[in-house]
């Protein structure tokens, strides 16, 4: 009976998926009173990291370790609102949590 139960959770679990919903609420909540927007960041990122693995790759980085070298937020930007606190996702809703951020604002579908 159990196993069935949790059999049918698998299943379903993708159709349940919260993925957007870890951004919107861990990501966006944070970000929505800055006056820096979320894209804003991504085109910082995407112009200096260029392709979707290492963007992603340099976004997880950060957000596990914040620190003032590695950020590209300006110096006026990190003074007011201090560094970003290091992410408390775990690294699977971390990784769920960029991934919407990609998909949300990679330019047109076309970069690689
Ligand atoms: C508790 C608040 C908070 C949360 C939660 C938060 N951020 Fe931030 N974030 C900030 C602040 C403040 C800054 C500006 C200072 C800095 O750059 O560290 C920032 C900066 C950034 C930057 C620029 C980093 C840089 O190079 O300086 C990116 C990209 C970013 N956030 C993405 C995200 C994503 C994606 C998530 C969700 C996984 C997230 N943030 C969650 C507060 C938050």
């Known amino acids: 009976m159990g196993r069935i139960a949790v059999t049918i959770l698998l299943i ?3 159709l349940l998926s919260t993925d957007i919903n870890i951004y ?3 990501c966006v909540k944070c970000h929505e009173n800055m006056p820096v927007s979320l894209d804003k960041f991504f085109f910082n990122y995407l112009l200096k990291y260029s ?3 290492r963007v992603k790759q340099a976004l997880r980085n950060y957000l596990k370790h914040p ?3 590695a950020s590209l937020a ?3 930007l990190v003074s007011r609102y201090g560094l970003m606190p290091k992410t408390d996702l775990s ?3 971390l990784r769920k949590a960029i991934d919407t ?3 949300k604002y990679k330019v ?3 970069i690689e």
């Open 12 to 14: 379903l679990s993708p």
């Open 24 to 26: 919107e609420q861990n």
């Open 51 to 53: 392709s979707e693995r």
């Open 67 to 69: 620190r003032r070298k």
């Open 74 to 76: 300006t110096e006026e």
């Open 91 to 93: 690294d699977e809703d």
């Open 101 to 103: 951020y990609w998909d």
């Open 108 to 110: 047109f579908g076309k």
